[in-house]
């Protein structure tokens, strides 16, 4: 008499069981921590453009309303390349007035938008707009419907 040696069918249907349901519980972990990676990026380089202009503020008592041509415009002080979100002036009146200047960040993907506004050297709007943004970002819901912002520390 010849041994089996393989699997049976009930033991297939097990192991395919057990790994639908692993991945079933470590895919959403894994999109979550690739969103907030993205979120990271964001913020990183907005806090980069921030710290230029600020710069290009104190030397020159205005902000540099070109900053977002060429890679920083007359910045010294260049951002890093994003990959996720594209730099816009979407959400402000850009840096047109000297003393006030806002930028924002859009996905690429998602309607998610990370805004900056600094008045004479100082943040004075931080936050996000859009469907998406406590996938992106830890922040604090305000507002409700169309006008809901999500601000962040």
Request: with cysteine; charged share 15%.
């Amino acid at each position: 008499m010849r041994k089996n040696t393989g699997f049976t069918l009930i033991e297939m249907l097990v192991v395919v069981l057990i790994l639908g349901i692993l991945t079933s519980i470590a895919l959403p972990q894994y999109q979550r921590a690739v969103k907030r990676a993205q979120g990271t990026e964001a913020r990183v380089a907005g806090k980069a453009i921030m710290d230029a202009q600020n710069v290009y503020y104190m030397e020159n008592k205005k902000y540099d309303q070109y900053f977002w041509l060429n890679n920083g415009g007359n910045l010294t002080v260049k951002f890093p390349a994003m990959k996720n979100f594209t730099l816009g002036t979407t959400h402000s009146a850009g840096c047109t007035t000297g003393t006030t200047c806002g930028f924002s960040l859009k996905h690429n993907v998602d309607n998610v938008f990370l805004v900056y506004k600094l008045v004479r050297g100082q943040l004075t709007d931080f936050y996000c707009t859009g469907n998406n943004c406590m996938d992106y970002f830890a922040c604090r819901l305000i507002g409700s419907g169309g006008s809901a912002k999500c601000e962040l520390d």
